[in-house]
């Protein structure tokens, strides 16, 4: 199985609204691992690697937790994995 990365950057009303916090609850459901977190300029950036069935999987997950009205837009980019991630956290 190969794994790759993607990364994410959610523009919209995603700070101060639960993003970070719901994302690490869906992620849970997925076998991937990253980190999610806030940007100063008010975007929130996501880092995932895993296989890219369960990656794309999770990016609809994210979308039916609910947080899909928040979105404005996503910028995604893959790349392939780094293995530099051991679970999925939120860094602060």
Request: aromatic letters at 10%.
């Amino acid at each position: 199985m190969s794994r790759c990365r993607v990364q994410i950057s959610y523009t919209g009303r995603v700070q101060g609204v639960g993003f970070r916090y719901t994302v690490k609850q869906v992620a849970a459901g997925y076998e991937l691992t990253g980190t999610v977190r806030n940007l100063p300029d008010g975007r929130v950036e996501l880092v995932a690697e895993g296989a890219r069935a369960e990656l794309e999987a999770f990016r609809q997950g994210i979308r039916d937790a609910g947080l899909d009205g928040f979105i404005r837009h996503e910028d995604v980019q893959w790349a392939e994995a780094r293995s530099e991630f051991r679970s999925f956290e939120i860094v602060r």
